[in-house]
């Protein structure tokens, strides 16, 4: 699997930097979103699955479930890492500011805090059934927050941010750029599951969670 | 309300009060700590006029850190004392929560009555909409108490205590902690008062309560 994620991810390298033209207004900055859109999208899978696990873990009492649990939300710390760095960096490339607490900013940056907030409990607790359970409550407590970001945060700032390319009047995106960015979508996502595999194993292999 | 609920719920409130008026651990650092703040803001003030956006930004900034400083303490204190064990032998799991969550809101509230009218009185402020203020403050107390009791009971046991508390509480208190600094704004004369905010802190409120009340069955009854 991670030879066939090699190759795909060069191949959407290459597509990027060799295929995707140039976009109206933001020239070959619009690269940058090939990288940032997929991030962020992974950032927010990595949040449900962590709060699923957690859910899990709560109903079944498997410590299999804890572990993919704890394995989601350590990947999904980086990955909002990384999609807050490239989405101020993208930022500053179009709006001239790193900076503005544009409503999707504030978002990933509440995602941050929550990963952050998860993971600091869970090295502040000694291993266990005891850590399993607080981390599972507080997973599935900070979820709780997700209509909030959603639906409240626009509401309350205005946003210079692009609309997403799936809007309520259709696809927003010109086809070579869309078909680029799904396929950077799977990368990425492959990417993810690719290591999400083998941090869950890591962790069960390592006592981690017992 | 089951009536053998409600009993064990004033019961257990009244546990927690007769303990805090007993010990003022809670109040008096949570009291100490806001003074101490709104002091040090005023003094750098020195009297000049601040934007409302700012001085709404500053009383919740108080409120919320303040009231970290006390309503962390409803587990640790137990479990320090050894009596845990005894209340999880001897009371349920939603009478412990609704109990010590009324007291802690109940806390809250004394410590807004307390330091509200100073910010204002120190800082020069005048309120606009009253009604609207209180109505602000009270669902702003009621969701820190809900989240905030849910959180004390994760970090009994932690290894790392100190600040902790905070760092749990602040991304699951933002949807509260932000139209409640809007809506302050508004009412110290920002020129907008979104009042249907109030509905959506209700409406968060409701949920955080609805949520800490599932979950903590999960951490009061062992396997």
Not at chain 1, 94 to 102: L, V
Not at chain 2, 189 to 195: C, I, M, R, T
């Given at each position: 699997m991670g030879a066939l994620l090699g190759i795909l991810t060069l191949l959407t390298i290459g597509l990027v930097f060799f295929v995707v033209p140039p976009a109206e207004g933001l020239g070959y900055y619009v690269r940058l979103a090939f990288l940032h859109i997929p991030v962020a999208w992974v950032a927010v899978l990595a949040f449900l699955i962590s709060a699923y696990e957690g859910a899990r873990f709560l109903r079944s009492g498997e410590l299999v479930a804890d572990a993919k649990s704890a394995a989601a939300a350590q990947l999904g710390f980086i990955f909002v890492i990384l999609a807050t760095v490239s989405g101020a960096v993208f930022s500053k490339l179009?709006?001239?500011?790193?900076?503005?607490?544009?409503p999707r900013q504030t978002t990933i940056f509440v995602l941050l805090l929550i990963y952050g907030a998860y993971l600091t409990l869970r090295g502040a607790m000694p291993a266990g059934r005891r850590r399993a359970k607080v981390a599972a409550v507080y997973a599935l407590f900070s979820f709780l927050t997700v209509p909030f970001l959603v639906f409240i945060i626009p509401r309350l700032y205005f946003s210079l941010h692009p609309s997403p390319v799936l809007n309520g009047s259709g696809l927003a995106m010109d086809t070579i750029m869309l078909a680029v960015l799904m396929a950077a979508l799977a990368d990425v996502t492959g990417i993810f599951y690719w290591l999400f595999r083998r941090q869950t194993k890591r962790l069960l292999a390592e006592g981690e969670n017992l | 309300m089951h009536a053998s609920l409600w009993q064990g719920i004033k019961l257990v409130f009244g546990k927690e009060f007769t303990l805090g008026l007993r010990f003022k651990a809670a109040w008096s650092t949570m009291f100490m700590f806001a003074l101490t703040t709104l002091a040090c803001v005023s003094l750098a003030l020195q009297g000049a006029p601040l934007e409302p956006e700012l001085a709404a930004a500053l009383l919740w900034i108080i409120l919320f850190f303040a009231a970290m400083a006390g309503a962390d303490r409803g587990f640790a204190d137990e479990d320090t004392a050894g009596t845990l064990l005894t209340l999880q032998i001897y009371g349920s799991a939603q009478t412990v929560l609704w109990g010590k969550m009324l007291y802690t809101c109940f806390l809250l509230v004394c410590l807004t009555f307390f330091i509200v009218p100073l910010f204002l009185l120190l800082l020069g402020a005048e309120v606009a909409a009253g009604g609207v203020l209180a109505g602000t403050l009270l669902l702003g107390d009621v969701g820190i108490a809900a989240a905030g009791t849910l959180i004390a009971a994760l970090t009994t046991?932690?290894?790392?205590?100190?600040?902790l508390f905070s760092v749990l509480m602040l991304p699951v208190i933002l949807p509260v902690f932000l139209p409640a600094i809007f809506l302050t704004a508004g009412t110290l004369?920002?020129?907008?008062?979104?009042?249907h905010y109030l509905l959506g802190m209700a409406l968060y409120d409701g949920v955080l309560l609805a949520a800490a009340s599932v979950l903590f069955d999960y951490l009061w009854y062992e396997d």
């Open positions: 179009t709006w001239g500011a790193y900076w503005n607490w544009d | 046991g932690a290894q790392v205590k100190s600040g004369g920002s020129g907008q008062l979104p009042v």
